[in-house]
């Protein structure tokens, strides 16, 4: 299977006709502005600044994809961050460009194998989100990482996953995965990698 701690930058994607041809499977990494999105990449790749944080939003208006190695007989696979959605400070004619991206990438790619759903703990499934993934094929493996899990007690975070994983049965997808998910205290990054790379195997 490809390992993402081999993650290296490949290219910055803003019109999908420019695509690159998929070498192998890929997974897409989805969120809310400021769900986590780009600190759970770095801490899934084990690497600091591998996603750029939400705070350079020029970044944000792209695909960003990533290239990981082959490990043993494995293809080649690649990763896939998209704009995160909903960002408050522009305009909504451009907030809907960005949330298009990510949706027709994640309708239309033929190599998607998964996606990440990223969102707050917090927050739960916001409609934004379930817009996104009404975009996903049923066959893409879908895991839902409960990020900034680290801002709730037990109880809290099990109510959550509970509550996301509801949510997500009543949208059709009783498949995905729910993942209470910590940068800072370190809670479901190993479970979420190991899934992940379950993917690409
Ligand atoms: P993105 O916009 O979805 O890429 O979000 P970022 O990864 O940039 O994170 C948004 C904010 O949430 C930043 O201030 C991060 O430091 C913070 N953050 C991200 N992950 C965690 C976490 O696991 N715990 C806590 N407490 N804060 C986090």
Not at 23 to 42: D, Q, T
Not at 79 to 100: H, K, N
Request: proline fraction near 4%.
């Amino acid at each position: 299977m490809a390992s993402l701690s081999t993650a290296q930058f490949c290219t910055t994607v803003t019109d999908l006709r420019r695509l690159p041809d998929a070498v192998g499977p890929e997974v897409a990494f989805v969120g809310r502005s400021n769900a986590g999105k780009s600190s759970a990449i770095n801490a899934l790749c084990r690497r600091r600044k591998l996603a750029f944080a939400s705070r350079t939003p020029g970044r944000t208006q792209a695909l960003n994809l990533f290239d990981l190695a082959p490990v043993g007989e494995a293809a080649p696979a690649r990763l896939v961050d998209t704009p995160g959605y909903g960002y408050a400070a522009v305009p909504q004619a451009t907030r809907e460009t960005w949330g298009r991206l990510a949706g027709r990438y994640v309708a239309g790619r033929d190599a998607l194998a998964g996606v990440v759903l990223v969102a707050d703990i917090r927050r739960g499934l916001t409609a934004l989100d379930e817009e996104l993934l009404a975009w996903a094929p049923a066959r893409v493996h879908l895991l839902v990482l409960l990020a900034k899990a680290d801002k709730l007690n037990r109880e809290e975070r099990r109510r959550a996953a509970v509550a996301m994983a509801q949510a997500l049965a009543l949208r059709g997808r009783d498949d995905a995965r729910v993942i209470a998910f910590s940068v800072l205290s370190g809670e479901g990054v190993d479970e979420a990698r190991a899934a992940i790379e379950a993917w690409l195997a």
